[in-house]
Nanobody
Framework: QVQVVQSGGGSVQAGGSLKLSCVVS????????IGWFRQAPGKEREGVAL????????YLVDSVKGRFTISQGDDKNARYLQMNSLKPEDTAMYYC??????????????????????WGQGTQVNVSS
């Protein structure tokens, strides 16, 4: 059974930091692309970042580049989204999603949630001004 389990999130003031974790399990393929999305109230879900399991490559959208980073834990199936210099506009429900891929991640996969088949439960991030 494929599964994505998220943890982390919470509430911070602007300028603060939070770390989200995403643990993927159950995939028979060894190469997984992990995507991070967020959805603010009343807005569409938007893609934020990608991480490719095999080579550790990462991609972040311009709005979070320089503030967010992706890292890998001791568990090769775990990825962490470190969010620094948070802004009120970062407030959203954050989702982690996964899909198998033998060739890496494509930034186009962040344009639509349909590119990912397995989703985490979501975790709330609140940033106050």
């Amino acid at each position: 059974q494929v599964q994505v389990v998220q943890s982390g999130g919470g509430s911070v003031q602007a300028g603060g930091s939070l770390k989200l974790s995403c643990v993927v399990s159950g995939f028979t393929q060894s190469n997984i692309c992990i995507g991070w999305f967020r959805q603010a109230p009343g807005k569409e879900r938007e893609g934020v970042a990608l991480a490719f399991g095999r080579d550790g490559s990462a991609y972040l959208v311009d709005s979070v580049k320089g503030r967010f980073t992706i890292s890998q834990g001791d568990d090769k199936n775990a990825r962490y989204l470190q969010m620094n210099s948070l802004k009120p506009e970062d407030t959203a429900m954050y989702y982690c999603a996964a899909r198998p891929s033998s060739t890496g991640c494509s930034s186009s996969w962040l344009t639509h949630r349909g590119y990912f088949g397995t989703w985490g439960q979501g975790t709330q991030v609140n940033v106050s001004s």
